[in-house]
């Protein structure tokens, strides 16, 4: 077999293209991929990237180009030089990279290592991993656990939440004196309602379409809830929004925010939007006294955080390195019918 891999991310392609994958289905893109002969395959598909991994018989002619090309038919739009295309070693250890945060915008963020995780249970669920995959997912989990145990990566901020946290906190100094409104409830939205109590925020307002799920997280940072419906009429009242759903469309235009903009007597209004598709439209920017921060207006702070943890940086690297290429040489020994062993040493499996 032949691991093949595909994919794109922040650092490769502009957010209108990673949008067209983004709105893909894990599970229904998987057994497609099934139907055109390819026995196994994950996906991890995050707000900064969207990858495809899979197996192919050594045999069969298929390598990462054609792997590419079946993303390009999903996503209705050609890929050219964003896309990123690996084979075997080179996968693996792009795979561990991703899994240790070595890949992500925010380096050592804490996030990836389960979303690599619930991407593999996916693929499992949908009967599409067997040993090779299993393997080497359970082993990309491992290295992550490792780097972030034995290196200070982790150290700093650690995912995009509080990224955007630490965005709002420049922009007005002290959140003691903000409203905030968080449109979404999933895990960043809960990620972030807890780091803006811990900021100390005035005030946290959660909406989101299930009004259950937007109680729950209010109720844990000592917040309050708006139904989904209303929360055009809380963007009066807000200093800080930050869009966090899983909507394919954006759900805040420009219309929005100028009939918000009525009652604020020209108080500013910042819109933080770190969904994928974006949920901010881009008109929004061009409003008197609003102001727009994408994904991309992220990268100066990452850049500064970057910079006192070079070491940790290198040292997470050949961690990397090294267990890909041990990794790599079991995989191979597979391959040729020589199965060598594969231990974990001084740790366990995930």
């Not at 945060?101 to 067997?130: C, H, R, W």
């Not at 994904?295 to 390195?321: C, F």
């Amino acid at each position: 077999m032949n691991l093949l891999l595909a994919g794109l991310n922040h650092k490769t392609a502009p957010l209108p293209l990673r949008e067209r994958l983004a709105v893909l289905e894990p599970q229904k893109t998987l057994h497609q991929l099934r139907s055109e002969g390819f026995a196994e395959g994950v996906i991890i598909a995050t707000c900064n990237r969207f990858e495809l991994y899979a197996l192919a018989p050594r045999n069969s002619g298929r390598g990462a180009a054609e792997l590419s090309v079946f993303l390009e038919r999903q996503a209705g739009a050609p890929f050219g030089p964003a896309a990123y295309r690996m084979e075997n070693g080179d996968a693996v250890r792009h795979l561990f990279e991703v899994a240790s945060g070595l890949d992500s915008l925010v380096v050592g963020e804490t996030d990836i290592l389960g979303q690599v995780k619930d991407s593999y249970f996916v693929a499992k669920d949908a009967g599409m991993t067997g040993k090779l995959s299993n393997v080497l997912f359970q082993r990309a989990l491992f290295v992550g656990k490792r780097v972030r145990t034995e290196t200070a990566i982790s150290v700093g901020p650690t995912s995009v939440a509080s990224l955007a946290v630490d965005l709002a906190s420049r922009v007005f100094g002290n959140l003691a004196d903000c409203s905030a409104l968080i449109l979404g409830a999933g895990a960043m939205a809960q990620t972030l309602s807890r780091t803006l109590r811990s900021r100390s925020a005035k005030e946290i307002v959660i909406s989101n379409r299930s009004w259950d799920r937007a109680r729950e997280i209010a109720a844990e940072c000592a917040g309050s809830a708006v139904p989904w419906e209303e929360f055009p009429r809380a963007l009066a009242a807000a200093d800080i929004v930050i869009a966090s759903t899983a909507s394919p469309t954006p759900i805040v235009n420009s219309e929005t925010v100028l009939r918000a903009m009525k009652g604020r007597m020209g108080r500013s209004l910042f819109f933080i939007d770190i969904s994928m598709p974006r949920n901010v439209d881009e008109s929004v920017h061009g409003l008197d006294h609003v102001y727009l921060y994408r994904m991309e207006d992220l990268e100066k702070i990452v850049a500064e955080s970057l910079k006192s943890r070079d070491h940790a940086v290198r040292h997470a690297g050949e961690i990397v390195r090294e267990k890909a290429d041990e990794f790599s040489r079991w995989f191979e020994s597979v391959r040729d019918g020589r199965e060598i062993s594969l231990t974990h040493s001084d740790h366990g499996d995930s």
